[in-house]
DNA sequence: TGTATTTACTTGTATATACAAGCTAGGATT
DNA sequence: AATCCTAGCTTGTATATACAAGTAAATACA
């Protein structure tokens, strides 16, 4: 046998989700409805969804039916937690500064990262998270225009970069770097700390299903800012 | 039903494997055999043996059988992989250097970290990883010595602490805490670098089925030490 | 002796069937 | 009109069966 059909089945599910058909959250057809369309048992179509459903792709719920999950809601995608949520989790107060918000030309580093040609434009903002008026993070993002357009026309007072960017292209991955380093002059002032401050930087790009969507580095004073859980590599 | 016959059957298998009858990498019941001690079908006992290959405890092949997994071997446990491994994988020259090896007694923070008394013997060693002869990781550890008591007999020139615990308490997870920090004096010293420059501080703590294993605290330049990859919280 | 081949086991795929259990909507009863 | 409850869908569990395909050891043959 080639591919055995319960992997054809998926395929066609997983198909008609990545192109955007069958929406998060909408319902996908019954186990005896897709053995219908594929002319085989009803154990046959059940193995595919169950499968997608241990991958994360689908929720099943007994007596409703079987659903597209949402793009990676828990999982690694939220890996690094939105700094906003994380700050009025903790029932402390949370504000932004907007430092830039630009069109700019990559540099080649950038170029590389975003998959870009060396000097394209490149969107380019550069926030301050605070707690309690503290700062706590230097989130400098580098964004690709042909995925987000409308990048330079967001208020990132109201809603942060990594929510927008959820909202517009869904991610399917992203990739960090961690390191200890120090702060140029220019960010020192921004997150109001001294010279001798390490700080942790975190660099991040992330997934769409077309492409790199953005490169970020977020720089964090050491002093304040501590990065806890599983790691997984 | 109140629970199904397949889950019985794993509860079974991972009973077996938790208490150490069933060893890594050796043979489990065969569909069949489980099938006739459990008095059901192949195709219910095949369903645990397959959920439980899906949850990465057990491994199958076509024509051989069916075999305990390595417990954690690539997931989350090898999140910070072994730093010699690293290292040596790089294609560089590794080395370390033993500072300490002795048993002391457990200060507060230790002792509520490993689950002990505070005041209790702990043991305590200190190494510094090198690379090409530059110093990559301060590792700072202490170990419960109700759960391992032979630490202090080691070499550990020739295996590293983590290698080491692997194999006498088998690692079932693991916890991490990250933060850019500043070495004091001492650490400075013996990782031969400049009082500042940022260090990457990891703090693992790492569980067996008895209960927790070790506390460490790894230290690295931050000029010469990068971690990369997918983190999931 | 050395090489095929068969045999017996393993897991993998696929089907037809049965009943259990959860949910919803519409119809019967009160 | 409000309530119950049944009919018809869904997924979940379990079985019996069949054949495919990979592995290894025993066997037959040259």
Redesign the interface.
């Known amino acids: 046998m080639a591919t055995p059909k319960f992997a054809e089945i998926k395929q066609y599910i997983l198909a008609r989700i990545e192109s955007g058909e069958w929406e998060e959250h909408s319902r996908v057809p019954s186990e005896n409805q897709m053995a219908e369309l594929f002319e085989c048992s009803r154990m046959t179509a059940r193995r595919a969804l169950t499968e997608l459903t241990?991958d994360g792709v689908l929720e099943r719920s007994q007596g409703l039916g079987t659903f597209v999950a949402e793009l990676k809601s828990q999982?690694?995608m939220?890996?690094?937690?939105n700094i906003a949520d994380e700050i009025k989790d903790r029932g402390h107060g949370y504000s932004v500064k907007q430092l830039e918000l630009t069109q700019t030309e990559a540099t080649a580093p950038i170029a590389i990262a975003l998959g870009l040609e060396t000097g394209s434009p490149v969107f380019y903002s550069v926030l301050v998270h605070c707690e309690q008026g503290v700062p706590l993070q230097l989130e400098e993002r580098f964004v690709n225009p042909k995925l987000v357009p409308d990048y330079l026309q967001q208020d990132f007072t109201l809603q942060t970069p990594h929510e927008y960017l959820s909202q517009v292209a869904p991610l399917t991955e992203?990739?960090?770097?961690?390191?200890?380093?120090?702060a140029n002059e220019h960010n020192q002032k921004h997150l109001e700390i001294e010279a001798?401050e390490?700080?942790?930087?975190i660099i991040r790009r992330t997934w769409s299903r077309k492409g790199v969507v953005s490169y970020a580095r977020l720089i964090?004073p050491?002093s304040r800012?501590?990065?806890?859980?599983?790691?997984?590599?």
């Open positions: 241990d999982s690694s939220m890996a690094i937690r992203a990739r960090h770097t961690l390191e200890a380093v120090v001798s390490p700080c942790l930087q964090h050491g800012f501590r990065l806890g859980g599983h790691l997984t590599f």
